[in-house]
């Protein structure tokens, strides 16, 4: 059972424009989501994260909107950077528990 | 300041045969998380130690266990292994408290041949 989805396996952008990346959960009870960003040969790095008292919040070029009705999330990069080609995973966890749920990803490549 | 470093980078085993892989958690964490990640999954969270004691585990065998050291720093290991136990191998530290962002390691490339 996939509680955390990321439909879009891969996503091309130009340079300079915006990347919107998805992602889907399915358990309500999720009420903090993280986005993280994984170069080949290193692990994850944490980008950004929003609880479910917010709808959005950002840091810098990157942008995480929230929708609980929907139960959706969007990280959105503007501009974007060829240095942001790289695969990105959203997480999801609940109070109460010590783990986070990780999408299949999606890889971002951006085009000079 | 160091962040989240693991031993070794890569590995080799045969089916059957037992692995220790170590993870010294970011200079200030006091929890370690433990993900297995397969070819084009996400990670899955294997377990979680908090004060030398296995706080959460996930949906992983018996063969999984664990061990935390007064330091933090933590060891994961996996028992006759399978085929399928061929993964990256992530380690991940973060304070105790709920909310917190994890601070990945870089992996191990564990392969079962």
């Known amino acids: 059972d996939q509680q955390v989805k990321q439909n879009s396996p891969s996503l091309s952008v130009q340079e300079g424009r915006i990347s919107i990346l998805n992602c889907d959960y399915t358990?309500?009870?999720?009420?903090?989501f993280l986005w993280y960003k994984k170069y080949p040969a290193e692990g994850p790095t944490f980008l950004i994260s929003?609880?479910?008292?917010?709808d959005k919040n950002e840091d810098g070029r990157f942008t995480v909107f929230l929708n609980k009705s929907a139960k959706h999330l969007s990280l959105h990069i503007v501009p974007s950077q060829p240095g942001d080609s790289a695969v990105y995973f959203c997480?999801?966890?609940?109070?109460?528990?010590?783990?986070?749920?990780f999408g299949t990803g999606t890889r971002l490549k951006v085009l000079a | 300041d160091a962040g989240v470093t693991q031993s070794p980078t890569h590995l080799i085993k045969t089916r059957g045969q037992q692995v220790t892989l170590r993870c010294s958690p970011k200079?200030?964490?006091?929890?370690v998380s433990w993900y297995q990640q397969a070819l084009g999954q996400g990670p899955q969270f294997i377990f979680q130690?908090?004060?030398?004691?296995?706080?959460q585990r996930g949906n992983f065998p018996d063969r999984f266990s664990g061990h935390q050291f007064p330091n933090y720093s933590s060891e994961l290991n996996v028992n006759a292994l399978l085929l399928g136990d061929s993964a990256l191998y992530l380690c991940?530290?973060?304070?105790?408290?709920?909310?917190?962002?994890?601070?990945f390691g870089q992996g191990t490339r564990l392969t079962v041949v």
């Open positions: 991940a530290s973060s304070l105790a408290g709920p909310y917190t962002e994890a601070f």
């Open positions: 997480a999801a966890s609940f109070s109460g528990t010590y783990k986070y749920i």
């Open positions: 929003i609880s479910s008292i917010k």
């Open positions: 358990n309500s009870m999720f009420d903090y």
């Open positions: 130690y908090y004060e030398e004691e296995e706080r």
């Open positions: 200079s200030g964490h006091d929890t």
